[in-house]
């Protein structure tokens, strides 16, 4: 696996807060919040600039807390309401990764970037993002794309 370092410039996304807990549920809620977000990209016109993205602000043990989204361009997330929010994503060093594979072994992927990370001295924070690549509807899980996001610093 490999693992290397970017600058990335810092990116708006719009998106909708989900928790669940670690099981079989997170898929339930990652589809009901991007499908949520898309309707809103949909019915006002927005062209999304990536494929749909997780965000992650920090790592409970007990329950995952995620935003599912959209990197969108400045003007269109100025144009969020009701239960879509916009923010962005940090700009400068980040350690990135592609996760191949079902989504339910990518904590495989990032389990094996900390350790590049620690092995190499390099302290990672959040937000960690992920950037799934593929359309699962599509793709066989085996071969699904994710890309792995980690702030540096």
Same mark, same amino acid.
């Given at each position: 696996?490999?693992?290397?370092?970017?600058?990335?410039?810092?990116?708006?996304?719009?998106?909708?807060?989900?928790?669940?807990?670690?099981?079989?549920?997170?898929?339930?809620?990652?589809?009901?919040?991007?499908?949520?977000?898309?309707?809103?990209?949909?019915?006002?016109?927005?062209?999304?600039?990536?494929?749909?993205?997780?965000?992650?602000?920090?790592?409970?043990?007990?329950?995952?807390?995620?935003?599912? =989204?959209?990197?969108?361009?400045? *003007?269109?997330?100025?144009?969020?309401?009701? &239960?879509?929010? @916009? +923010?962005? /994503?940090?700009?400068?060093?980040?350690?990135?990764?592609?996760?191949?594979?079902?989504?339910?072994?990518?904590?495989?992927?990032?389990?094996?970037?900390?350790?590049?990370?620690?092995?190499?001295?390099?302290? =990672?924070?959040?937000?960690?993002? *992920?950037?799934?690549?593929?359309?699962?509807? &599509?793709?066989? @899980? +085996?071969? /699904?794309?994710?890309?792995?996001?980690?702030?540096?610093?």
């Amino acid at each position: 696996m490999e693992f290397i370092t970017k600058d990335l410039p810092e990116q708006n996304y719009i998106y909708v807060d989900r928790e669940c807990g670690y099981g079989p549920e997170i898929a339930e809620a990652m589809g009901s919040a991007f499908g949520e977000v898309y309707g809103f990209v949909q019915e006002n016109g927005i062209t999304p600039l990536s494929m749909p993205l997780t965000v992650y602000l920090g790592m409970d043990p007990k329950v995952l807390r995620f935003r599912a =989204g959209f990197a969108v361009s400045a *003007e269109d997330a100025a144009r969020v309401n009701g &239960t879509i929010k @916009a +923010d962005t /994503l940090p700009g400068g060093a980040t350690m990135t990764g592609v996760h191949v594979g079902p989504y339910d072994r990518m904590n495989e992927t990032h389990q094996a970037m900390w350790a590049h990370m620690e092995a190499d001295g390099i302290k =990672g924070g959040m937000p960690i993002w *992920e950037v799934y690549v593929d359309d699962p509807d &599509t793709v066989e @899980a +085996d071969k /699904l794309r994710t890309e792995i996001y980690c702030t540096l610093g």
